[in-house]
């Protein structure tokens, strides 16, 4: 059974081997082997196997400088440690490498080759198999390219954990440690290169693009990791597509036509060159410009795509490179190359390839083979031969001579990867070399033996390993076996010295930045197509600016959108703003919608024209009154004065100043204290202003309308009580207000609700039911007041104003009931307004109509304040309700004497005569006449029924008084005599009482009459007790008085004494 095996291994050994001729591989012997995979071609030739005959290995087509390059590195990082004193010392390093052709079956070729020593090796069959030459194990592999295909070579070579240190697989699914157990990489894993991508699409605010990848191991992870990262970035895709470099022409063809007919103009490819060849192909024969790449660090600088033919197509590259390394020696390494190296047996091809020659002793370049290559290779200048025959080489040509990706060392970049894993793998090999036993990593601290060193232990090494590189950076592996490394970021141009395509660096992206800080892009340096340095647009819809927000389209990506501005009261300030920011409570939006503003404050200031207005009619108000109040108090011991009860007058002026004032609360900015002051002194002054007049109204009603007068009257309106009164209405509105504010205190208040725009500062209330209260009880008073006033409207003006009273009240329910619905349908500062115009109105109702018409006479009509003035208005009254009673008492006696005796109606026995016409039936001599008119007298006409009489009165000198009364007092006992008739006309007439003082409460008495009530004055203003200092002088006597009728009679009365 162990023969069977050894012959199935060497058999399989023999058969990996004859694949790869000696002009297949680079070969050297040594201490310990090194594998390499290197992509020396881009492809396979396309052959059909029919299997009529044995297959042949396919042919490797399209020569890569670059993969030359790489796999030049490698060699000169293993002869630069084999001649390092510190680096394994003593030991040999030596490399098998072998071409993949970058493809999967061809890599798997040379993988088998690495697992087959191996295998052979752990075997120990040399007892039992004659082996001529022992080639030792491969302990490490370097390599492969494409994700694709180290994917496939990692799980093979993971089945025997031989390492496998790759220099350009930058999937991110060979991190998984539980399928790919020996892989590890020197460039970092395309999770990071995604997340740049869709970094730098935000950074260029671009929001619309399409998609392609290679549909390998490479490409799907790397867009499906890009969409992810787009997703949060609420970047759209509009397509996505796979591409293979096998793909046939109609699927190209299909993918082309997505590409043309797209409106977005970023194309992300996540892909290798030669994938992306046959499509960039197309797309140049096609001439479809306008296009911004984003190109993935596998294709960013490929020589197969960064071509100059093709950059009116690509010319708007932006892509991802590794970070440039330094390899000292490299580039004279380079140039030593020739064709006749003994090692490395792609010498002689790339020989051939650069210089578009053929070595003679070579048959499988020579010139008859070299037309099936013709077409396929790849190469920049004489690589690219058109001939069917080569001319030969000489193998003496000048390598430096020819420009070729070869020699472009300026941004080593996969090749100082190459040289990076070498390294990496010699110093886990300086670590086994250097082990101390007791501190290995084995079991109980053993270590390695470096002769006889398996793969196994190295991967153990590798992935602890820990050193310093030649630019003195830090290595080492992390648990998924990545190296975290950095991207530059470079743009295309085109060289204006040799229209080739150079590769600017642009920026950079640093993966241990913190998020937002890793992308650096310098825009100055970047150029559009070769030239234009603004931006391109590629976004579905327009950029939205500030001031406005994305609205949805239906049916379309969220990319697709369209602007529609913000409302009212919020605001963008940034361009394509997602939904618009609501402003802070005090603010709103301005015009444009691109910021808040703080909101207007609103209120009825002192400084605005409607305040100032009103605070100028308040001042007036106050002056007025205290003018008012000014003049009462210098003509106090004035018969007006007196006549109008000085001590409720001096409290109604007080409490008008009081109305005047309290408007002014309602002025400015409202407070807290003001809010809680403004009404109840708003409605206690009007309470207390009411209760004065109505107090005096109702006092003048009941003394004129009452019947004589007794002690009990006149204490029951004596002066305290009317202050008790005053009071106690008064008292009722206070108890009101302090309810008000104990349980619901009005407060300033901040409304944001009534206008977007301002924010009214207003009082709250509180309690709108106790305002109503407030007011309702004010206007209970009013009516009460209107009522009284009304009904004493025909006593003496002089005594109560009544009609004065009665407009007053009447303008004071106008402006209230005017006040409701104003009141109920204004906000804001006019509320205030309407109230301050309502409180003006009635107050300078009631100081003009009580006020002004006795100012009036007091200051320009001073004759009319006089006490014969007030008498004889007292005396008109008196006798008008005498007289009414007289005429209704005759006739109702004719009626009977003519029910009795049908008479024609003789008139009772009266000393009341009848005359004609209304001249003195008695001429006065014309010095009795000058002495008349010397008297001071008046005339009062007094209308009744349906005649007028005119009342004339004189005064004598009050030394004649005692005289005038003695007749009076025995004439009016004569006449009482005659009848009850003349009785109740004598007492009619009879409204003074003899000697009383003007200013005594009951200063003035009349005669009762069954159809009339007894009168009493309201004009003295001294207490009942005693007479008060100021009284006037007892009243002068009525000489006579003459009642003329304008029914054709004369009416003459005998003289009555007061």
């Known amino acids: 059974m162990t023969s069977y095996s050894c012959c199935l291994i060497l058999l399989l050994f023999t058969w990996s081997t004859a694949a790869y001729g000696p002009n297949q591989r680079a070969q050297k012997k040594g201490d310990i082997i090194l594998g390499g995979l290197f992509p020396i071609h881009f492809g396979v030739a396309a052959k059909d196997q029919d299997l009529k005959s044995r297959p042949e290995s396919v042919e490797c087509i399209r020569y890569n400088f670059r993969g030359f390059r790489w796999l030049q590195a490698m060699i000169f990082a293993i002869e630069e440690i084999n001649s390092s004193p510190t680096l394994l010392p003593n030991m040999t390093l030596g490399y098998r490498i072998f071409d993949t052709c970058n493809t999967v079956s061809k890599a798997l070729e040379a993988t088998l080759s690495f697992v087959a020593q191996n295998k052979i090796d752990s075997l120990n069959l040399d007892e039992f198999c004659n082996c001529s030459e022992h080639i030792p194990s491969t302990i490490a592999v370097v390599g492969a390219t494409g994700s694709g295909i180290s994917t496939a070579v990692a799980n093979l070579l993971g089945l025997f954990y031989i390492p496998q240190v790759s220099y350009a697989s930058s999937s991110r699914l060979l991190s998984n440690k539980n399928q790919f157990k020996s892989f590890l990489r020197t460039i970092p894993n395309d999770e990071h290169q995604a997340t740049a991508m869709a970094d730098i699409i935000e950074y260029f605010r671009w929001n619309w693009v399409g998609t392609i990848a290679a549909d390998d191991d490479y490409g799907r992870p790397g867009i499906e990791k890009f969409r992810e990262e787009a997703e949060e970035r609420d970047i759209c895709i509009d397509f996505s597509e796979l591409i293979s470099q096998y793909s046939d022409e109609e699927e190209i063809q299909q993918v082309v036509e997505v590409i043309q007919n797209s409106t977005a103009r970023v194309i992300v490819v996540f892909s290798s060159g030669p994938d992306l060849e046959p499509l960039i192909k197309e797309i140049v024969r096609r001439n479809i410009t306008g296009k911004i790449w984003l190109a993935s660090e596998a294709w960013a600088s490929?020589?197969?795509?960064?071509?100059?033919?093709?950059?009116?197509?690509?010319?708007?590259?932006?892509?991802?490179?590794?970070?440039?390394?330094?390899?000292?020696?490299?580039?004279?390494?380079?140039?030593?190359?020739?064709?006749?190296?003994?090692?490395n047996g792609f010498a002689k091809e790339f020989w051939e390839e650069t210089f578009n020659c053929y070595l003679p002793d070579g048959s499988k370049n020579s010139p008859a083979s070299t037309s099936f290559h013709k077409g396929h290779e790849e190469g920049l200048g004489a690589g690219n031969g058109t001939s069917a025959f080569r001319p030969p080489c000489t193998g003496d040509e000048n390598i430096t001579?020819?420009?070729?990706?070869?020699?472009?060392?300026?941004?080593?970049?996969?090749?100082?990867?190459?040289?990076?894993?070498?390294?990496?793998?010699?110093?886990?090999?300086?670590?086994?070399?250097?082990?101390?036993?007791?501190?290995?990593?084995?079991?109980?601290?053993?270590?390695?033996?470096?002769?006889?060193?398996?793969?196994?232990?190295?991967?153990?090494?590798?992935?602890?390993?820990?050193?310093?590189?030649?630019?003195?950076?830090?290595?080492?592996?992390?648990?998924?076996?990545?190296?975290?490394?950095?991207?530059?970021?470079?743009?295309?141009?085109?060289?204006?010295?040799?229209?080739?395509?150079?590769?600017?660096?642009?920026?950079?992206y640093n993966v241990y930045a913190k998020k937002?800080?890793?992308?650096?892009?310098?825009?100055?340096?970047?150029?559009?197509?070769?030239?234009?340095?603004?931006?391109?647009?590629?976004?579905?819809?327009?950029?939205?600016?500030?001031?406005?927000?994305?609205?949805?389209?239906?049916?379309?990506?969220?990319?697709?959108?369209?602007?529609?501005?913000?409302?009212?009261?919020?605001?963008?300030?940034?361009?394509?703003?997602?939904?618009?920011?609501?402003?802070?409570?005090?603010?709103?939006?301005?015009?444009?919608?691109?910021?808040?503003?703080?909101?207007?404050?609103?209120?009825?200031?002192?400084?605005?024209?409607?305040?100032?207005?009103?605070?100028?009619?308040?001042?007036?108000?106050?002056?007025?009154?205290?003018?008012?109040?000014?003049?009462?108090?210098?003509?106090?011991?004035?018969?007006?004065v007196k006549a109008t009860n000085r001590e409720l007058s001096y409290l109604l002026l007080f409490s008008l100043l009081c109305c005047f004032s309290s408007s002014l609360f309602f002025i400015g900015e409202p407070q807290n204290w003001t809010c809680r002051l403004r009404q109840p002194a708003f409605g206690i002054s009007f309470v207390l202003c009411i209760s004065c007049i109505l107090v005096k109204t109702n006092r003048v009603l009941l003394v004129f309308e009452a019947k004589i007068p007794t002690s009990l009257h006149r204490k029951w309106w004596g002066l305290n009580l009317q202050f008790l009164l005053v009071f106690l209405c008064t008292f009722v509105q206070i108890v009101i207000c302090v309810i008000w504010l104990y349980t619901a205190p009005p407060s300033s208040y901040r409304n944001h609700e009534l206008e977007d725009e301002i924010i009214f500062i207003t009082c709250h209330e509180g309690s709108l039911m106790a305002l109503g209260f407030l007011i309702g009880y004010t206007c209970l008073l009013a009516a009460i007041c209107f009522f009284f006033a009304f009904k004493s409207r025909k006593l003496p003006e002089n005594f109560n104003e009544a009609k004065f009273i009665t407009f007053s009240m009447l303008i004071f329910f106008i402006v209230w009931i005017s006040f409701i619905p104003a009141y109920a349908s204004t906000y804001g500062k006019f509320v205030s307004a309407v109230e301050v115009i309502a409180i003006l109105a009635a107050s300078f109702g009631l100081l003009a109509c009580i006020f002004f018409n006795k100012v009036y006479i007091i200051l320009f009509k001073p004759s009319r304040n006089t006490i014969e003035e007030v008498r004889c208005s007292t005396a008109a009254h008196a006798f008008k309700v005498a007289a009414r009673a007289t005429l209704r008492r005759s006739n109702v006696s004719r009626k009977r004497s003519n029910s009795l005796g049908g008479s024609t109606g003789s008139t009772?026995?009266?000393?009341?005569?009848?005359?004609?016409?209304?001249?003195?039936p008695f001429p006065l001599p014309a010095c009795a006449e000058r002495q008349r008119q010397q008297q001071r007298g008046c005339k009062q006409k007094v209308s009744f029924g349906s005649g007028t009489v005119t009342l004339s009165l004189s005064f004598e000198e009050p030394q004649k008084n005692a005289m005038a009364n003695r007749n009076a007092k025995r004439r009016n006992s004569l006449e009482a005599q005659n009848s009850d008739d003349s009785l109740m006309r004598h007492r009619a007439l009879l409204p003074l009482q003899i000697n009383e003082p003007l200013g005594a409460e009951p200063g003035f008495q009349a005669a009762s009459s069954p159809e009339t009530s007894s009168q009493e004055s309201v004009v003295g203003d001294n207490k009942e007790e005693g007479p008060s200092p100021e009284a006037e002088p007892s009243l002068p006597s009525v000489n006579s008085r003459n009642f003329i009728g304008s029914g054709g009679g004369s009416v003459t009365e005998n003289t009555v004494h007061s």
């Open 302 to 343: 490929s020589s197969l795509i960064a071509m100059p033919e093709f950059f009116r197509v690509i010319g708007s590259t932006i892509g991802f490179a590794l970070k440039a390394g330094q390899i000292p020696g490299f580039r004279e390494f380079l140039q030593k190359v020739h064709p006749k190296s003994t090692n």
């Open 516 to 640: 937002g800080e890793r992308l650096f892009i310098n825009e100055n340096k970047i150029l559009w197509g070769g030239f234009s340095k603004e931006v391109p647009f590629s976004n579905c819809s327009r950029d939205c600016l500030p001031g406005t927000r994305k609205g949805i389209i239906e049916g379309e990506p969220t990319c697709c959108f369209e602007c529609v501005d913000c409302p009212d009261g919020e605001y963008s300030d940034e361009t394509d703003a997602s939904a618009c920011d609501k402003c802070p409570e005090d603010y709103w939006s301005n015009e444009n919608h691109t910021s808040c503003i703080p909101k207007q404050i609103e209120f009825l200031a002192w400084t605005e024209p409607f305040g100032i207005a009103l605070t100028l009619f308040a001042v007036l108000g106050i002056f007025l009154t205290s003018f008012v109040l000014g003049v009462f108090t210098k003509f106090r011991n004035t018969p007006i």
């Open 908 to 920: 009772p026995s009266s000393s009341i005569s009848s005359k004609s016409n209304h001249e003195d």
């Open 401 to 508: 001579s020819v420009e070729t990706p070869y020699m472009d060392y300026t941004h080593l970049r996969i090749s100082y990867n190459v040289y990076l894993a070498v390294y990496s793998i010699a110093h886990a090999l300086q670590d086994i070399y250097t082990c101390t036993p007791g501190k290995g990593l084995f079991t109980n601290g053993s270590c390695a033996d470096i002769k006889k060193v398996e793969a196994w232990q190295v991967l153990k090494h590798l992935r602890h390993l820990n050193f310093t590189n030649n630019m003195g950076e830090q290595v080492d592996f992390d648990e998924f076996g990545d190296l975290v490394g950095n991207y530059s970021i470079i743009n295309w141009h085109l060289s204006p010295e040799d229209g080739s395509v150079v590769f600017e660096e642009v920026g950079h």
